[in-house]
């Protein structure tokens, strides 16, 4: 039982590094659009 935990938890980490590495990515690039976006006044400067 044991070692049912341990792959599990190797599995877990596996699919979790990455998906933190693309909401990183993620977040700049929204983070990015949002700013480009506020200087063209598409969006209000207080959003």
Do not use: R
């Amino acid at each position: 039982m044991d070692d049912l935990g341990f792959v599990f938890g190797i599995i877990g980490m596996s699919m979790g590094v990455p998906a933190f590495v693309f909401a990183t990515i993620s977040m700049s690039k929204i983070d990015k659009l949002e700013k480009k976006l506020k200087e063209l006044d598409v969006l209000n400067q207080d959003f």
